[in-house]
C-alpha cells in the first residue's frame, strides 16, 4: 500500500468508526424501518453512479473521434468498475445496474420510491440537478448529501473524485446490520430477497475486487504529489461527514 494512502486511511479512520457505529443501525430492526432506510439510502446507490460517470468521462475518452485519453491502466481500471456496477447481474441471472437492483428490491419489500422517481422525472424533464435537488421535499440533510456528490462530479479535479469515489462512499456495512438483515428476510424471505442478494452482492463486488480496482486508481492519478494526497484526504473527510448526515435524515425520519 502507497505510504500517503496509509496516512489517509489513517486521518479518515475516526469518522469511520463513528458511522459504523452510527444509531441509525438500530432503526432497521424490522421491515418498516428498513423501507424507511432505503427510501433515502437509494440516493447514495444513486449519486455513486453518477460519481463513477463523472470519473470515467474524466478518465477516458467518450467523444468522436476517439484519441487516447490517461494512461491505459487507469483507463482499464474506471472501464471494469463501470462494466460491473453499470451491467451486472441480478439473482436471476439477468442483466441489470446496482442503482436499478436496488429500485427493484425497494418495490418488492414495499418501500416507498417517491422521493427518488420524483427527483429523476424532474431531470428527466430537463431540469438541472442543482435545481431539482434545491426544489425537491427531500430533508435538508439529504440535499446537503446530494449538493456535495454533484459539486464533486462537476467540478472537483480527477485525483480528488477518485479519493471521494474510493474512501468517501463506501457504503459502511457494520456486521450487525448483516445480522438484522438476516433477521428480517428470516421473516419476510418474499419481500426482502431482492435487497438481500444487493447487499450481499455489494460486499462480494464493491468491497472487493472494485474496492482494490479504485485504490488503484487513486494512488496513480495521486502518485507522489503530497498536495493532491491532502486534497484527497481533505475531500475524503468531507464525504463521510456528507454520509453521516445522510444516516442523521434516516434518523429524524423514522423518529418522525
Request: hydrophobic fraction near 45%; proline fraction near 3%; aromatic fraction near 8%.
Amino acid at each position: 500500500m502507497h505510504p500517503q494512502e496509509l496516512a489517509l486511511n489513517d486521518k479518515i479512520g475516526g469518522i469511520r468508526s463513528q458511522l459504523l457505529a452510527h444509531p441509525v443501525y438500530t432503526k432497521i430492526n424490522n421491515l418498516e424501518g428498513l423501507k424507511n432506510f432505503t427510501q433515502f439510502h437509494v440516493f447514495a446507490v444513486w449519486d455513486f453512479m453518477s460519481l463513477l460517470k463523472s470519473l470515467q468521462i474524466g478518465l477516458t475518452s467518450v467523444q468522436l473521434p476517439w484519441v487516447p485519453v490517461g494512461t491505459a491502466n487507469t483507463r482499464y481500471l474506471i472501464n471494469e468498475i463501470v462494466l460491473g456496477e453499470e451491467s451486472d447481474v441480478d439473482e436471476h441471472d439477468n442483466r441489470i445496474s446496482h442503482f436499478e437492483l436496488y429500485l427493484k428490491a425497494m418495490q418488492q419489500m414495499g418501500a416507498s420510491t417517491i422521493f427518488i422517481d420524483t427527483l429523476l422525472q424532474e431531470i428527466a424533464h430537463g431540469q438541472s440537478i442543482e435545481m431539482a435537488i434545491q426544489q425537491s421535499k427531500l430533508p435538508t440533510q439529504v440535499k446537503a448529501f446530494l449538493q456535495f456528490t454533484f459539486e464533486i462530479a462537476q467540478h472537483a479535479p480527477l485525483h480528488v473524485k477518485a479519493a471521494v469515489f474510493t474512501f468517501g462512499r463506501e457504503d459502511l456495512i457494520p456486521d450487525m446490520f448483516t445480522a438484522i438483515l438476516n433477521k428480517i428476510y428470516a421473516d419476510h424471505p418474499n419481500q426482502v430477497s431482492t435487497f438481500k442478494y444487493y447487499i450481499e452482492r455489494h460486499i462480494e463486488v464493491d468491497g472487493g475486487h472494485h474496492s482494490q480496482l479504485a485504490l488503484e486508481m487513486v494512488a496513480e492519478l495521486c502518485g507522489n504529489d503530497n498536495a493532491k494526497w491532502e486534497e484527497a484526504t481533505n475531500a475524503s473527510l468531507k464525504a463521510l461527514e456528507m454520509r453521516s448526515l445522510l444516516w442523521d435524515a434516516i434518523m429524524d425520519h423514522s423518529a418522525a
